[in-house]
């Protein structure tokens, strides 16, 4: 029993730390996903988003805390009441998005690992289990005087310093760590053929009324239309039209570059003519509005420097970028490609070789 709590502990721990490391190095990300809990479709609280960012810093921050406090067992009863109730919190936003199906990833572990809401919760669960058997197990501990040694101090002070920098560089330029589809390196093309090659299966389901047993069953497309007795003339059988719903019987390929359609203002795909090219530079903005007007500038200016190449300035508005042709493109798409506001991409054939924030871009 003795081992059995310090292994448990330092397991809970690790969770903690690598949950709370992976969103750090893309706290803006973790923002976005914030910003979805506080949207119309979720809690309706618009006047939280723009607080998203500050909020996702302290709940990382918080995380990563508490996480090395409890591998260093320092104020273990502060410390484990604060993981409990965080625990709580999470609990409770995982199983709203399950239930009601609002937010489809949570963003537990950024982008590292996607996970259901469902898995969602139930990790959130055994970890809270977890959480009061260590209460339960430290419980004559608890409340034992402590003495913070230099080592423990030094290794604080260490892995404060590193938590600070991953987190500020995050936000100043682009994640340290790339987690995302959009790394350095991809393929779109080869993504898009193995998207094409194994594609998601869905299929309609009608949910039908007996009008005169009263009778309800639901049945997919295939069943509907192979059996006439529900849809020949006469038929005691009705569809409740509210109730139709689409749903994946096969998971194929997934990939954020799925999304990944470029349109010029007309709405002509270019996507294909970007892919194909031998070398493209895009300026991406997700918010024109709140972009850096000179950064964007600068960055046209620059990149209109380099002969023979494709350049598009990416946005969700027409009129963003004033030296280089406009295109368009859904913001949480650009949102997943980078994020930083402005931010550039260059491609060679479809391959990422750079990505990096406008202002690094012209600064190089």
Same mark, same amino acid.
């Given at each position: 029993?003795? #081992? ?94 399950? +239930? ?37 197990? #430290? ?28 987190? #500020? ?32 299966? +869905?299929?309609? +389901? ?17 069943? #509907? ?27 194929? +390929? ?111």
């Amino acid at each position: 029993m003795k #081992y059995l709590k310090h292994i448990l502990r330092v397991i809970v721990a690790l969770i903690f730390l690598i949950s709370g490391f992976v969103k750090a190095v893309d706290v803006v990300g973790f923002s976005f996903k914030l910003e979805e809990y506080f949207s119309p479709a979720v809690f309706n609280m618009p006047f939280m988003e723009k607080q998203a960012l500050p909020l996702a810093v302290i709940v990382v921050v918080l995380e990563l805390v508490l996480g090395f406090m409890l591998l260093l067992k320092t104020r273990l009863k502060f410390t484990l009441a604060a993981l409990i109730a965080l625990c709580v919190f999470f609990g409770f936003l995982t199983f709203y998005s399950a +239930y009601f199906n609002v937010v489809t990833d949570c963003g537990c572990f950024g982008e590292a690992l996607k996970m259901l809401p469902w898995q969602s919760f139930w990790k959130d669960i055994a970890l809270l289990a977890a959480l009061l058997a260590l209460w339960f197990l #430290y419980r004559n501990e608890l409340n034992e005087s402590e003495h913070t040694g230099l080592p423990k101090k030094i290794m604080f002070t260490l892995a404060a310093l590193a938590m600070i920098f991953i987190i #500020y560089w995050g936000i100043a330029h682009e994640p340290l760590v790339d987690f995302r589809d959009y790394s350095i390196g991809t393929d779109l093309n080869e993504e898009k053929k193995k998207i094409d090659e194994d594609p998601s299966v +869905y299929k309609t +389901y009608y949910t039908l009324l007996n009008t005169q047993t009263s009778e309800i069953k639901e049945v997919d497309d295939g069943q #509907y239309i192979s059996d006439r007795r529900y849809w020949e003339p006469g038929s005691t059988w009705k569809i409740q039209e509210d109730k139709t719903q689409s749903k994946l019987v096969k998971e194929g +390929y997934s990939s954020e570059i799925a999304k990944f359609r470029i349109e010029d203002v007309n709405g002509n795909d270019l996507t294909a003519r970007v892919l194909e090219a031998p070398r493209a530079i895009l300026i991406f903005s997700y918010h024109p509005g709140q972009a850096d007007p000179d950064i964007i500038a600068k960055a046209e200016s620059k990149a209109n420097e380099q002969a023979g190449t494709l350049i598009l300035g990416v946005s969700t508005a027409p009129t963003t970028f004033n030296g280089i042709p406009n295109a368009l493109m859904d913001g949480t798409a650009i949102k997943t490609i980078a994020r930083s506001n402005p931010s550039v991409l260059i491609l060679n054939r479809g391959k990422i070789t750079d990505k990096k924030s406008a202002r690094d871009y012209v600064k190089d």
